[in-house]
């Protein structure tokens, strides 16, 4: 077994309480562990970078999901890059750069099927979070296959300076739509969305109702609609889809740290008479658009027509706060925690 030297414990978060609406820092707490040696068909990872995704949050209460949620006092998880330090698996190698489930963490012992290697020369290795990975993946599926967007539909997105949004807009205006209209909540995310990443028309969803600002943003109205947010924005959506609209549920973020249901959409039977179609999505259900989303999208990286920002935040002492800063909104782009600065 090859091998480099490693700590003998290390650090990883755990859930120390269930959050009662918005999470507070005390809802983690970071302890120390050993660090298990891989046993034969694993590999021992150091995390370089953790992602912090909005589902975590729903992984915080103990409901019955599409993903189990986190257990009270034990590691939490999600997904993360590092390199391959020590290995009993056949073909990882020490060095090796990984992309794997067992984040929150700084050394993760996996069974190497669960990890997959990627190019760390090919891109920075945070793209494999973010871009490049599980965010660029639901934006690629979610606007061409679930949506199925067509050359000439005016699309609106919101959370659209995330790395979610902010890849729908994109990849839309680089497929043909007429017009790409996005929210997101500050001045700056605003004026990014116009002049970065190329949208037509953008405000703030804190200025005034939704309803108003899309209809004056959109006033021959939209043909598709991609939600990240939920609410009040599913609800100016569905107002502002044309006959035979469609929507792709993709989140629901405006809801995630609430503690009495939603009050809306209000105008759902809107959908009747319009024949909207408003489809969930889940990005586990499109892997096998995985390599023709790698390549187009490498490529748009490539040849500067994609634009990609990320939020580092250093330090693996700081991730229950990217976490919270998240769902707050201090992000722009990907959340990602770097721990190896
Ligand atoms: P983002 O990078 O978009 O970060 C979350 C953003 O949500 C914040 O930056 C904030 O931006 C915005 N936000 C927070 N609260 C509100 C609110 N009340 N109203 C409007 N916007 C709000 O996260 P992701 O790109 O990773 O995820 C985007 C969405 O996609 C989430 O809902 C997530 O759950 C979902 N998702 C779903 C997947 C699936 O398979 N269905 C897979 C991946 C993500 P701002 O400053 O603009 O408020």
């Not at 067992?102 to 190019?119: F, I, N, P, Q, S």
């Not at 004056?216 to 044309?242: M, R």
Request: overall charge negative; charged content about 20%; hydrophobic content about 45%.
């Amino acid at each position: 077994m090859a091998e480099q030297a490693v700590p003998t414990v290390a650090r990883e978060w755990h859930l120390a309480a269930r959050p009662q609406g918005w999470p507070t820092p005390a809802d983690f707490v970071l302890v120390e562990a050993p660090v298990r040696r891989p046993g034969p068909g694993e590999i021992l990872v150091r995390n370089a970078f953790l992602s912090v995704d909005p589902y975590m949050r729903g992984r915080m209460n103990d409901v019955k999901s599409y993903v189990p949620p986190f257990a009270l006092g034990k590691a939490m998880d999600g997904g993360a890059v590092g390199y391959v330090v020590a290995s009993q698996a056949d073909g990882f190698e020490v060095g090796d750069a990984v992309l794997h489930g067992l984040g929150w963490r700084e050394y993760a012992t996996l069974d190497a099927e669960h990890a997959v290697k990627v190019d760390a020369a090919a891109a920075p290795l945070s793209y494999y979070l973010g871009v490049l990975g599980m965010p660029g993946l639901t934006a690629y599926a979610g606007l061409l296959e679930v949506a199925g967007l067509k050359k000439g539909d005016a699309v609106f997105v919101s959370g659209a300076a995330g790395a979610v949004g902010s890849l729908v807009g994109q990849i839309a205006r680089l497929k043909g739509a007429s017009r790409v209209i996005g929210s997101a909540g500050s001045a700056e995310k605003v004026a990014k969305l116009v002049d970065d990443y190329g949208f037509d028309a953008a405000f703030n969803y804190k200025d005034g109702p939704v309803r108003e600002q899309l209809a004056e943003a959109a006033p021959e109205g939209i043909d598709v609609y991609f939600d990240n947010v939920g609410g009040d924005h599913l609800e100016a959506a569905i107002g502002a889809l044309k006959v035979h609209g469609r929507a792709t549920l993709c989140g629901a973020i405006a809801q995630y740290n609430d503690t009495t249901a939603p009050a809306g959409p209000r105008n759902l039977a809107l959908a009747i008479g319009k024949r909207l179609r408003l489809q969930g999505m889940l990005v586990g259900d499109h892997a096998a658009l995985q390599p023709q989303f790698t390549a187009e999208v490498a490529g748009w990286l490539r040849d500067g027509s994609l634009h990609y920002d990320e939020t580092v935040v250093d330090g693996i002492e700081r991730t229950g706060e990217a976490f919270i800063e998240l769902l707050r909104g201090g992000n722009t782009g990907k959340m990602v925690v770097r721990l190896d600065a």
